[in-house]
């Protein structure tokens, strides 16, 4: 049984940063792309974030481009979202997500999903 754990968020100030991170077990995890969506309440969720298997590649949305950073450990079955500069707009929920196509736009790419983590940023 695939699970799928994302941990890290909490409340923080317009400028400030936090990291999240994820885990993932039942699955062989470098033979996933991997990813971050995240959905505010009203809105529909958004690719944020997303790295290849060995973690060479990555890209990003343009709304985060420059402020976070995706990157990934195999070795320790962790992936991690670095976020800095953060702006209220960030306020979501943030979801790890994992699978096999390079569709940083699509969540039905996706079939692995965490439970996601809050991340609310005050202004």
């Known amino acids: 049984q695939v699970q799928v754990v994302e941990s890290g968020g909490g409340l923080v100030q317009a400028g400030g940063s936090l990291r999240l991170s994820c885990t993932a077990s039942?699955?062989?995890?470098?033979?996933?792309?991997l990813g971050w969506f995240r959905q505010a309440p009203g809105k529909e969720r958004e690719g944020v974030a997303l790295?290849?298997?060995?973690?060479?590649?990555?890209c990003y949305s343009d709304s985060v481009k420059g402020r976070f950073t995706i990157s990934r450990d195999n070795a320790k079955n962790t992936m991690y979202l670095h976020m800095n500069s953060l702006k209220p707009e960030d306020t979501a929920m943030y979801y790890c997500?994992?699978?096999?196509?390079?569709?940083?736009?699509?969540?039905?790419?996706?079939?692995?999903w965490g439970q996601g983590t809050q991340v609310t940023v005050s202004s």
């Open positions: 997500v994992a699978g096999r196509r390079w569709l940083p736009r699509d969540p039905e790419a996706f079939p692995y």
């Open positions: 790295i290849t298997r060995t973690g060479i590649s990555t």
């Open positions: 039942g699955l062989t995890f470098d033979d996933y792309i």
